[in-house]
């Protein structure tokens, strides 16, 4: 079965520091989107991505935050400066349509020391 | 917003016995519903899922009732196996598939042969 792609599976930088995690979604689906979970709490909903623009975002998803897609295959998404509580589990997921499932990656541990 | 709230978060089955795990929902307009597993290591995958013109579905062992009125809905796995044991996930969203999902806090199940 297709794959949704992460890298690296984990990740740690230093507060202030820019991280971009990387994705390559599933070859023809059309949909992308990032979900966070941090330890303890449960899997939120940061943004979804359409036609090069983003379609929906959370109130986490500040200017902080940006998502790209650089190439045909890669979807990123970049923290500028981060800080300590943006330690978490980072998911990245596609889907082949607006109403069809989602795939998920198996994640990002991002760690902010 | 939307708030699922999921129960219980641990759950421990002897193998051959069924397993059920409830959600609510406070969102009356949410109507796509769908279940995740995640295994250790990988991202969550989808099982099964339940929109809300439908009042249950099955696909072999595992079933999703839904209760709209009193607005809840559960996961049933019966016959349960080794293979089983992951961390279950509950979301609801309202319109497509693709919109903002919102999770439930997720359950452990363990069963043991």
């Known amino acids: 079965e297709p794959e949704v792609t992460q890298t690296p599976s984990h990740q740690v930088t230093q507060m202030g520091q820019e991280v971009i995690l990387r994705c390559v979604p599933i070859s023809n689906h059309l949909y992308f989107y990032w979900y966070r979970q941090i330890l303890g709490q449960k899997v939120e909903f940061l943004v979804s991505f359409y036609n090069n623009e983003i379609s929906e975002k959370s109130e986490i998803f500040d200017d902080q935050f940006s998502v790209e897609r650089p190439d045909g295959s890669n979807f990123t998404l970049k923290i500028r400066s981060t800080k300590l509580e943006d330690s978490a589990m980072y998911f990245c997921?596609?889907?082949?349509?607006?109403?069809?499932?989602?795939?998920f990656g198996s994640g990002t541990q991002l760690s902010v020391l | 917003g939307e708030n699922v709230e999921q129960h219980p978060s641990t759950l421990s089955v002897q193998e051959g016995d069924s397993a059920v795990i409830k959600c609510t929902y406070s969102d009356s307009a949410s109507n796509y519903f769908p279940w995740y597993k995640q295994e250790l290591g990988k991202g969550p995958q989808l099982i099964i899922d339940?929109?809300?013109?439908?009042g249950e579905k099955k696909d072999q062992r595992i079933a999703v009732t839904l209760n709209k009125t009193a607005k809840h809905f559960s996961l049933h796995i019966t016959e349960t196996q080794p293979e089983d044991s992951a961390v279950y996930f509950c979301a609801a969203t309202r319109g497509a598939a693709g919109n903002k999902l919102t999770f439930g806090g997720g359950t452990r199940v363990l069963v043991k042969p």
């Open positions: 997921a596609s889907s082949g349509g607006r109403n069809e499932k989602l795939f």
């Open positions: 339940i929109r809300s013109n439908v």
